[in-house]
Structure formats: structure tokens, C-alpha cells
């Protein structure tokens, strides 16, 4: 079993940064890839950044701007964001994939705004 908290999120404006941390409990043991999906209002979820072998990759809407990271000794991944827009707006997911199986987080919201 697997599970994820996410921390970090809150109100920011245009062009600042936050930092979302996800803590992992239970096994990491074959969790093979960790990253981090949004959904915004009256958006499907969609994957933002995804890490796999130490290989990140990233949405067009978000690369150049957001960095994930993984850190397996303190069970941990991050997502750092940079140059926030509003449209950036939305309930970020943390996620992992284990045996065959995807497993996300509650959610922390994170809200953009002047």
C-alpha cells in the first residue's frame, strides 16, 4: 500500500513561487515512477510532471517553469513552481505508480491570484 500527503499550497500571485511537497508512507519498494497531475475548475485532471528513473518530464503548459523532484531516501517528491499564472490555478494531486496500480493524494489547492 501506498500513501500520499500532499503539503504546501495556498494563495500566490502572478509570477511567485511555491513549493509542493508530497510525503509517502508504506512501501516504496517498486514504486517505479512519482509525479504530480491538477485539475483545475471545470478541467479534467491532467498530469503535470511525472519522474521515472531519475527523468523528469513535463506538460507544454508548464515546462521551462515547474521543476519535480524526487527524493527516495526521505520517501519524498516536490514539485517546485516558478513564474505562477493564474491559469495555474487548481487542486494539485500527488501520484505514484506501483505494481500496476496508480495511487494520488487528497490534494493541496493551489490558487493564483492578484
Known amino acids: 500500500q501506498v500513501q500520499l500527503v500532499e503539503s504546501g499550497g495556498g494563495l500566490v500571485q502572478p509570477g511567485g513561487s511555491l513549493r509542493l511537497s508530497c510525503a509517502a508512507s508504506g512501501s516504496m519498494y517498486s514504486i517505479s515512477r512519482m509525479g504530480w497531475y491538477r485539475q483545475g475548475p471545470g478541467k479534467e485532471r491532467e498530469l503535470v510532471a511525472v519522474?521515472?528513473?531519475?527523468?523528469?518530464s513535463y506538460a507544454d503548459s508548464v515546462k521551462g517553469r515547474f521543476t519535480v523532484s524526487r527524493d527516495n531516501a526521505k520517501n519524498m517528491v516536490y514539485l517546485q513552481m516558478n513564474m505562477l499564472k493564474p491559469e495555474d490555478t487548481a487542486v494539485y494531486y500527488c501520484?505514484?505508480?506501483?505494481?500496476?496500480?496508480?495511487?494520488w493524494g487528497k490534494g493541496t489547492l493551489v490558487t493564483v491570484s492578484a
Open positions: 519522474i521515472s528513473g531519475g527523468n523528469p
Open positions: 501520484y505514484a505508480y506501483r505494481y500496476g496500480i496508480n495511487y
